[in-house]
């Protein structure tokens, strides 16, 4: 009886400092993972991974976050808000290189996704032609900088387009004709 009563007050004091003691998922460390872009089929590993329950295999209680604009994610881990980010390798360097304490553990995808695109009635053929139209852009400094060396490699700057930040309306914003190009 007395063992019994011993065991019985273990049990509740270790209840009282720890109320996640008898919690299924007490030993799960919790982790948040902010995408770069809302949910699309380049994100199927992480989901397929998630339904399938590896992370939890490996001890983790993923949080998957889609943001609100596309440049959040990295800011989020530099502030502490989120523990890892799908970012773009060139805006993740440029970040660094402005002070972001963030370092690049994996790769989901091994290939560039960015690229300038036209509507197929825009008359717009070359880079050249781009002098005068607007551009619209999602991810700030890093499409700035792309499009910067791509218009001095043809002969325009900068101030021979007008740039947009449209965020996540990029086709939107293409097929309504409110932009030129996206980048």
């Given amino acids: 009886m007395f063992k019994n009563l011993v065991i019985f007050f273990f049990l509740i004091i270790s209840i ?33 991974a998630q339904q399938q329950g590896f992370f939890k295999q490996q001890g983790l209680d993923v949080k998957i976050i889609s943001p609100a604009d596309p440049s959040d994610p ?4 530099a502030a502490g808000k989120a523990d890892l980010a799908l970012t773009y390798q060139p805006q993740l360097v440029m970040q660094v ?10 790769s989901l995808i091994d290939t560039p996704l960015d690229c300038l695109a036209v509507n197929a009635a825009s008359h717009i053929y070359s880079i050249a032609d ?14 700035q900088a792309t499009l910067k060396i791509m218009l001095e490699h043809h002969g325009l700057s900068l101030n021979d387009v007008k740039l947009i930040n449209v965020r996540y309306g990029l086709t939107q ?11």
């Fill in 16 to 48: 009282l400092i720890n109320p996640n003691c008898l919690a299924a998922t007490s030993h799960l460390k919790p982790l948040t993972l902010v995408l770069d872009w809302f949910v699309n089929p380049d994100h199927a590993p992480i989901f397929v």
């Fill in 74 to 77: 990295p800011k989020l881990v």
């Fill in 97 to 106: 290189s402005q002070g972001l304490p963030l370092v690049r553990i994996a």
């Fill in 130 to 143: 781009l002098k005068g139209k607007t551009i619209g852009y999602s991810s700030g400094a890093i499409d």
């Fill in 173 to 183: 914003a293409l097929m309504a004709d409110k932009v030129d190009a996206v980048t």
